[in-house]
């Protein structure tokens, strides 16, 4: 670590760092350039792209840890496809909650996203890439249609990109603020102007995505890295890292009880406990009792599980959760887990798209129960249950894998937490428990009545 210098946020405190003046001077476009003018001569080949993208080890950073390079293989060859182009979506939906490292790059150093893209659909033959950007991040979406604007004016997009006979034309598309559409063939379907539901595959988006045609998902901060690995090679960026399977520098989102939460740039694979130490410590010098690793739909880890855990794909999914997005919310000892399970559960069972029926009726069943439970009124029998329904949600019973985010928190946190779900049960048997139930009762028939109002 001490030898590490930042990459992917290198250029955050630079003044202007999202002008295309100030990106240049950096030696920002140089590789484009490169591998421009090397396409003349055979120097520089789509498939030699790919195979520096494939040898450097780069897996997405948007939350499935997929081998980049590999990804891009699954796109059928020209002869295949025959007349349907090939397009490069760039995934900036980022809703997954505790995730905000994408939004950063997008509003700090665009330009670095674009170079990113057009050097991916040099390799994947893309004409027309578009950024799916959430719809919320309005800032954000000014700021990569004004660096469009520019990398346009300069020729670096275009129907003859800087006089090398390439076309390529760049989109920013802004979603509709839905979580669902952070999945990529539910973005595909918003982007084709669609209710942001999943599809079932196969076919996969590679061989069959928007309006049909060959596709390509990729995340932002993976497209990003994509640029570095064209700037300093395979090498270079196999060295960074805990070993060749989780290489790379890696931006980490910390967020919750810590002294200095907000956006970290390591090595991939740090150990939480140093991470949590560029982070201040836990904030008031509390003990670490909870951590989410990878955002809201990431198995939770008692404090004493996470201490150690290799902050890589590897390393969280041998602690028995994920890296995801590595969005890590920490919670001290005050955290009082069932109500913030609850708060989870409300959370996707508002987000469900509706499609399946496991997802569409058991979020919201769910979120009663923890709500019940929280409140009181519940029973023993409640939190056995809890298990049970959350455990016939995942797994394959749904299109999409979004049941089985729901399920996470209340999977991983019943079992280690149990005596916290029990004392809310116990209050159950304290006085005027009938009266507050009937309270409750009350305020979910006028809740549905009111719903039914507006409906």
């Known amino acids: 670590m001490s030898d590490f210098a930042p990459v992917l946020s290198a250029r955050f405190g630079k003044k202007n ?42 897996r997405g950073r948007g939350g ?19 007349d349907k182009p090939v397009y490069l979506l760039c995934n900036a939906d980022e809703s997954e909650p ?14 670095q996203i674009l170079e990113g893209m057009m050097l991916a659909s040099f390799a994947l033959d893309v004409k027309h890439a578009y950024i799916y ?11 990569l249609n004004a660096a469009i604007d520019e990398a346009y004016a300069a020729g670096l997009l275009g129907t003859n990109v800087l006089g090398s006979g390439m076309a390529l034309d760049l989109t920013v598309h802004r979603g509709g603020g839905a979580y669902i ?11 084709e102007g669609k209710r942001g539901h999943p599809r079932i595959k196969p076919p996969f988006p590679a061989v069959s995505g928007v309006w049909n045609a060959p596709t390509v998902v990729n995340n932002v901060e993976t497209l990003c890295c994509v640029k570095h690995i064209l700037d300093r090679g395979a090498d270079w960026f196999k060295g960074i890292g805990r070993n060749e399977r989780n290489t790379g520098p890696k931006l980490y989102c910390v967020s919750g009880h810590v002294e200095k939460p907000g956006v ?14 560029m982070c201040g410590g836990m904030k008031g010098g509390r003990k670490v009792k909870a951590v989410i690793p990878g955002g809201s739909s990431a198995p939770m880890l008692t404090g004493d599980e996470m201490m150690d855990v290799p902050l890589d794909f590897d390393g969280v999914a041998a602690a028995k959760s994920m890296l995801g997005s590595a969005a890590i919310i920490v919670m001290d000892e005050t955290t009082d887990i069932p109500k913030a399970v609850t708060n989870i559960a409300k959370f996707y069972a508002h987000e469900s798209c509706g499609q399946c029926t496991p997802c569409r009726e058991g979020t919201p069943w769910l979120h009663k129960m923890l709500k019940r439970i929280v409140a009181g009124q519940g029973k023993k029998a409640d939190i056995e249950m809890l298990m049970q329904v959350a455990g016939q949600m995942g797994n394959g019973m749904t299109i999409c894998v979004f049941a089985d985010a729901a399920i996470a928190p209340i999977l991983s946190a019943i079992p280690k937490f149990r005596e916290e779900f029990e004392a809310y049960v116990a209050k159950s048997a304290s006085p005027g428990f009938e009266q507050a139930a009937a309270a409750g009762i009350t305020s979910e028939v006028a809740e549905r009545t009111a719903e039914g109002m507006h409906s």
């Open 181 to 191: 559409c952070g999945e990529e063939t539910a973005l595909i379907e918003s982007l």
């Open 98 to 111: 505790g995730t905000f490292k994408d939004r950063i790059l997008i509003e700090k150093d665009p330009h």
């Open 133 to 143: 950007i959430r719809g919320e991040m309005v800032h954000g979406a000014e700021i």
């Open 264 to 277: 970290y740039e390591a090595p991939m694979g740090i150990p939480f406990r140093d991470l949590l130490a």
């Open 17 to 58: 760092s999202s002008a295309l003046a100030t990106y240049v001077a950096d030696g920002g476009y140089e590789s484009w350039k490169k591998v421009l003018a090397g396409s003349k001569t055979g120097e520089w080949t789509p498939a030699k792209v790919t195979d520096l993208v494939k040898a450097s080890g780069l």
């Open 64 to 82: 499935a840890g997929f081998p980049t390079g590999m990804k891009w293989t699954f796109v059928p060859p020209k002869e295949k496809r025959g």
